[in-house]
């Protein structure tokens, strides 16, 4: 039986996670896979950490040098993260012909067609599964089972904190403050949650899974991006009534206009698959000329779950002699025939406050109006406060776009008459 030996650069929870699949599994891929996968060599500069998951004492690696110099390491999996080591990890394993397989999305995203460039150079291959959605198998989706398909849309719930807190704020009212806390404390939100909350996270995998499923380079520079710091529970409470749930979306578009890559907090009806995705859970709708829709399912985080999608990418390496490289030209910027869209369409939910009295609500949708936004709903809502001069109003709109939304609020907002509070777009 072919003998296969990997080693594990970082044996966090990730990282961890793929220590113990891989020895608790190992008879199970022999019989299943017909290869035997050896954990040979961990490095991890918390000894004590590694020894107490059970790495064997002999294992255990004091440099990145040993570990690529090891001739019975083939396989190098990096659970690390960040831009820092990793990336000079990766380099130096794939410079001494070891296939790789990571965790890392941030470092995919930034330098995946710099490390591509050298895994290509050294005949080895670069497999990070696990950087998109955890245990949710998208790339493998998107690179092997959907290839038919010239692929129209995607629409993705792809960070769990995110979810966890509006979640939490739909359920219970809560504001973004408090939801945010308790995520903290169960351990979801980092102590800084810029990463999650301000949508870093979600667009890193937006631009590989844009990237790979639209077939050019999406880059990180490319993504709009919007965070939920502003969302507030009287929207989602006003969306629910109308009928929407909110989601911070990663929404990837092929358009006759060219691309769309954006990540910002979103109504979908509450009938659309995506609303009832709930919790640390992550989805991905999928779109394609051929296959209609898809949607994949799971848990995008966690040491097991994440440990299932590098794993998987293992027994890829391990049992296939072809290498599988990007299906599109991957370079550091976007190639220069891609055109990107940034004014574009959208349906809005608009919450406004206004004065009360005739001809208000008139002068209003006139300023819409004036901007080619076609209402399709109006609710003017009773006063949040008995001391409040103004009462809140919510629109939703038909197809607009970015310009003149932004344009028709200005005007609003200078008119006297009313205020803009906020403004959600729309995917019906
Ligand atoms: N922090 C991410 C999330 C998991 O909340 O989904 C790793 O990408």
Request: with cysteine.
């Given at each position: 039986?072919?003998?296969v030996?990997?080693?594990?650069?970082?044996?966090?929870?990730?990282?961890?996670g793929?220590?113990?699949?891989?020895?608790?599994?190992?008879?199970?891929?022999q019989?299943?896979?017909?290869?035997?996968?050896?954990?040979?060599?961990?490095?991890?500069?918390?000894?004590?950490r590694?020894?107490?998951?059970?790495?064997?004492e002999?294992?255990?690696?004091?440099s990145?040098?040993?570990?690529v110099?090891?001739?019975?390491?083939?396989?190098?999996?990096?659970?690390i993260?960040?831009?820092g080591?990793?990336?000079?990890?990766?380099?130096?394993?794939?410079?001494?012909?070891?296939t790789?397989?990571?965790?890392?999305?941030?470092?995919?995203?930034?330098?995946?067609?710099?490390?591509?460039?050298?895994?290509?150079?050294?005949?080895?291959?670069?497999?990070?599964?696990?950087s998109?959605?955890?245990?949710?198998?998208?790339?493998?989706?998107l690179?092997?089972g959907?290839?038919?398909?010239?692929?129209?849309?995607?629409?993705g719930?792809?960070?769990?904190?995110?979810?966890?807190?509006?979640?939490?704020?739909?359920?219970?009212?809560?504001?973004?403050?408090?939801?945010?806390?308790?995520?903290?404390?169960?351990?979801?939100?980092?102590?800084?949650?810029?990463?999650?909350?301000?949508?870093?996270?979600?667009?890193?995998?937006?631009?590989?899974?844009?990237s790979?499923?639209?077939?050019?380079?999406?880059p990180?520079?490319?993504?709009?991006?919007?965070?939920?710091?502003?969302?507030?529970?009287?929207?989602?409470?006003?969306?629910?009534?109308?009928?929407?749930?909110?989601?911070?979306?990663?929404?990837?578009?092929?358009?006759?206009?060219?691309?769309?890559?954006?990540?910002?907090?979103?109504?979908?009806?509450?009938?659309?698959?995506?609303a009832?995705?709930?919790?640390?859970?992550?989805?991905?709708?999928?779109?394609?000329?051929?296959?209609?829709?898809?949607?994949?399912?799971?848990?995008?985080?966690?040491?097991?779950?994440?440990?299932?999608?590098?794993?998987?990418?293992?027994?890829f390496?391990?049992?296939?002699?072809?290498?599988?490289?990007?299906?599109f030209?991957?370079?550091?910027?976007a190639?220069?025939?891609?055109?990107?869209?940034?004014?574009?369409?959208?349906?809005?939910?608009?919450r406004?406050?206004?004065?009360d009295?005739?001809g208000?609500?008139?002068?209003?949708?006139g300023i819409?109006?004036?901007?080619?936004?076609?209402?399709?709903e109006?609710?003017?809502?009773?006063?949040?406060?008995?001391?409040?001069?103004?009462?809140?109003?919510?629109?939703?709109?038909?197809?607009?776009?970015?310009?003149?939304?932004?344009?028709?609020?200005?005007?609003?907002?200078?008119?006297?008459?009313?205020?803009?509070?906020?403004?959600?777009?729309?995917?019906?």
């Amino acid at each position: 039986m072919k003998r296969v030996g990997v080693a594990i650069l970082g044996v966090g929870v990730v990282g961890g996670g793929t220590f113990k699949t891989l020895v608790d599994h190992r008879e199970f891929y022999q019989k299943t896979q017909n290869v035997d996968i050896v954990v040979e060599s961990v490095l991890d500069n918390n000894r004590e950490r590694a020894l107490s998951i059970g790495v064997p004492e002999e294992a255990l690696a004091s440099s990145i040098a040993e570990v690529v110099a090891n001739p019975n390491v083939d396989i190098v999996v990096e659970t690390i993260g960040g831009c820092g080591v990793a990336k000079d990890f990766i380099l130096a394993a794939l410079r001494q012909g070891k296939t790789v397989v990571t965790a890392n999305k941030e470092l995919i995203c930034k330098f995946s067609h710099e490390l591509e460039r050298e895994a290509k150079r050294n005949s080895c291959g670069l497999y990070y599964e696990a950087s998109c959605v955890g245990g949710v198998p998208i790339i493998r989706t998107l690179l092997d089972g959907v290839q038919a398909n010239h692929i129209t849309s995607m629409m993705g719930i792809i960070n769990g904190t995110t979810n966890y807190i509006l979640t939490q704020m739909a359920q219970s009212g809560a504001q973004y403050e408090d939801a945010l806390k308790e995520a903290q404390r169960l351990g979801y939100a980092e102590f800084n949650p810029t990463a999650d909350v301000d949508g870093f996270d979600a667009s890193y995998k937006l631009s590989i899974l844009s990237s790979m499923a639209f077939h050019t380079k999406v880059p990180f520079a490319k993504i709009m991006r919007e965070g939920i710091r502003e969302v507030k529970a009287t929207d989602i409470a006003y969306g629910k009534e109308l009928g929407y749930t909110l989601k911070l979306l990663a929404i990837g578009k092929n358009t006759e206009k060219g691309i769309e890559a954006r990540v910002h907090p979103t109504f979908i009806p509450s009938t659309h698959p995506l609303a009832s995705v709930n919790d640390s859970y992550n989805a991905v709708f999928l779109t394609g000329d051929a296959v209609e829709d898809i949607m994949l399912y799971g848990r995008g985080a966690g040491s097991l779950p994440t440990a299932s999608a590098v794993v998987s990418d293992v027994i890829f390496a391990a049992t296939h002699s072809e290498i599988k490289y990007s299906t599109f030209k991957n370079t550091a910027t976007a190639s220069p025939e891609t055109k990107f869209v940034a004014n574009f369409e959208s349906a809005y939910y608009v919450r406004l406050s206004v004065e009360d009295r005739a001809g208000v609500l008139a002068k209003i949708m006139g300023i819409f109006g004036k901007y080619g936004i076609s209402i399709v709903e109006v609710a003017q809502k009773g006063k949040e406060n008995e001391t409040d001069d103004r009462v809140p109003l919510i629109v939703i709109t038909h197809k607009s776009n970015e310009n003149a939304m932004k344009n028709a609020a200005a005007k609003i907002n200078a008119s006297g008459i009313g205020a803009v509070e906020s403004i959600v777009r729309v995917e019906k």
